[in-house]
C-alpha cells in the first residue's frame, strides 16, 4: 500500500520560531520519489522539493531544509526562523510504480500559521 | 515564463448539471493532470492526459472525463453532478518522460460549488 501520513494537523508558531512538520511514508518500492508542496491561501500549490529514494542526503535551500531518513520513512522538513509569509497548509507526496505510476499520492497537509 | 493557468477561477452550479473546466500548461510541458482537493484534505488524483490521451486514471467514477488538445491544453469534464463533487480542482502540467520522477506544477484551481 501507498501511503503518506503528515500527523501534525495544525501548527501555530511565533515568528522566529524554528519548526518542523513531520512526513511519513509507505511503499513497497525500492524506487520512489518524494515531493514537499506549499499550499497558500490563494490555493494554488508550490512545489518546494524533490528527492529520491537513493539520494539520503538531507538538502537546505535558505531557510528550508529536509531531512530524508529511510530507515523511518521520514521525510521531515523544517523551516528555521519563521515568518509570516510562511504561514500556509504545506504537503508531502510520493510517487512510485506501484502507485501507478504518474499520480502523486498526497498526505491530509499541515496548516502552518506563524503569528507576529 | 507563464506557469499552468486555470479558469473560471470559480464556478457554482445545481445538482445534476454538467461542468467544464480549463486548463493551459507551464510552457514547455505537454502532459497534464488533473486533481481534487476537497476541504481540508490532500488533492486527490483523478486522471492524466499525454499526447491527448488518458495516461492513467484515479478513483473516480465515469462522469469524470477529461479531454487534451493538440497544443496541450486540457478540459475536465463532470456530469450529472453531486453535492460531494464541491471542490477545488486543481491542475498540474509536467513534462512527458512518463517518469515517476516527473515534478508536477500546479495552476490556481478552479474552485467548484454544487448546490
Known amino acids: 500500500a501507498q501511503k503518506v501520513t503528515q500527523a501534525q494537523t495544525e501548527i501555530s508558531v511565533v515568528e522566529k520560531e524554528d519548526v518542523t512538520l513531520d512526513c511519513v511514508y509507505e511503499?513497497?518500492?525500492?524506487?520512489?520519489?518524494l515531493f514537499w508542496y506549499k499550499q497558500p491561501p490563494s490555493g494554488e500549490l508550490v512545489f518546494l522539493i524533490r528527492r529520491n529514494s537513493f539520494d539520503e542526503q538531507n538538502e537546505i535551500s535558505g531557510r528550508y531544509s529536509w531531512n530524508f531518513q529511510k530507515s523511518t520513512s521520514s521525510f521531515n522538513f523544517t523551516i528555521t526562523a519563521s515568518q509570516v509569509v510562511d504561514s500556509a497548509v504545506y504537503f508531502c507526496a510520493l510517487s512510485s510504480n506501484s502507485n501507478s505510476g504518474y499520480a502523486l499520492n498526497f498526505g491530509k497537509g499541515t496548516s502552518l500559521l506563524v503569528t507576529p | 515564463d507563464a506557469g499552468v493557468t486555470q479558469s473560471p477561477t470559480h464556478l457554482i452550479k445545481t445538482r445534476g448539471q454538467q461542468v467544464t473546466l480549463r486548463c493551459s500548461p507551464k510552457s514547455g510541458h505537454d502532459t497534464v493532470s488533473w486533481y481534487q482537493q476537497a476541504l481540508g484534505q490532500g488533492p486527490q488524483f483523478i486522471f492524466q492526459?499525454?499526447?491527448?490521451?488518458?495516461?492513467q486514471r484515479g478513483n473516480f467514477p465515469d462522469r469524470f472525463s477529461g479531454h487534451q488538445f493538440p497544443n496541450y491544453s486540457s478540459e475536465l469534464n463532470v456530469n450529472a453532478l453531486l453535492l460531494g463533487d464541491s471542490a477545488l480542482y486543481l491542475c498540474?502540467?509536467?513534462?512527458?518522460?512518463?517518469?515517476?520522477?516527473?515534478?508536477?506544477?500546479f495552476g490556481p484551481g478552479t474552485r467548484l460549488t454544487v448546490l
Open positions: 511503499t513497497r518500492d525500492t524506487t520512489y520519489y
Open positions: 492526459y499525454y499526447e491527448e490521451e488518458e495516461r
Open positions: 498540474a502540467s509536467s513534462s512527458g518522460r512518463a517518469s515517476i520522477a516527473d515534478t508536477q506544477y
